[in-house]
């Protein structure tokens, strides 16, 4: 049987060589300083590894809670504004590391039409939130409790805290399992950007 040899010139080695270079950096750089879109929660250098980019058809106002007099609250209460929704509770180590962060997430945030809550899942419901604010000098966060629990199930939460983010027309665009550094300038921008739409 004939082989068939091909030859390479040593300027076919020198034009791969080089296209492979270019390519390599291109890559390189194009990750970096792409621009985020408006609004986009998903940028692999300004996202914090917890977040999760979530997409879901049915809104939010389903979920009923309550406020500090014990009244039914919903979600639709609070539509028009974008939301960071935590589910908490006060025997929930990391959940009490972060509240007050949030508490602090909440001042921040207050020109940015982006509204904070932090529903308890205590059985204890609003008086036992009532009491842990007080003695943790929580003062810009809204008293919610749902002393049922059954958030956790309507919202599909495997554990707390959960922080959930909500889009102005009530739909769920992420979420974040496990505790993070809220007021930090990082996270601060990050949600701005995320929750800008």
């Known amino acids: 049987m004939h082989k068939l040899k091909i030859q390479y010139r040593p300027l076919d080695y020198l034009l791969a060589i080089i296209l492979m270079v270019l390519f390599i950096i291109s890559v390189s750089i194009s990750r970096p300083l792409a621009k985020t879109k408006a609004g986009s929660c998903v940028d692999a250098n300004r996202t914090p590894k917890k977040f999760q980019a979530t997409t879901t058809t049915e809104k939010f106002t389903k979920h009923t809670f309550n406020g ?5 609250k919903n979600i639709e209460d609070y539509l028009g504004k974008k939301i960071i929704l935590n589910i908490w509770a006060t025997w929930c ?3 009490l590391k972060e509240l007050p962060q949030l508490d602090s997430l909440k001042k921040i945030l207050l020109d940015d039409k ?3 809550l932090a529903i308890s899942i ?3 419901g609003v008086s036992i939130v009532k ?12 008293i919610l409790s749902d002393p049922s629990g059954k958030i956790l199930k309507k919202i599909k939460i495997r554990g707390i805290p959960t ?3 909500i889009n102005s027309k009530g739909y769920e665009i992420g979420r974040v399992e496990g505790i993070m550094e809220w007021d930090s300038p990082k996270v601060v921008t990050f949600l701005r950007r995320c929750l800008e739409n």
Do not use: M
């Open 68 to 72: 500090i007099q014990g009244a039914k």
């Open 93 to 95: 180590a990391p959940c």
């Open 131 to 142: 009491k842990f604010f007080h003695l943790n000098d929580i003062k810009n966060l809204e």
């Open 114 to 116: 982006i509204e904070v």
């Open 122 to 124: 205590d059985k204890s």
């Open 163 to 165: 922080t959930i983010l």
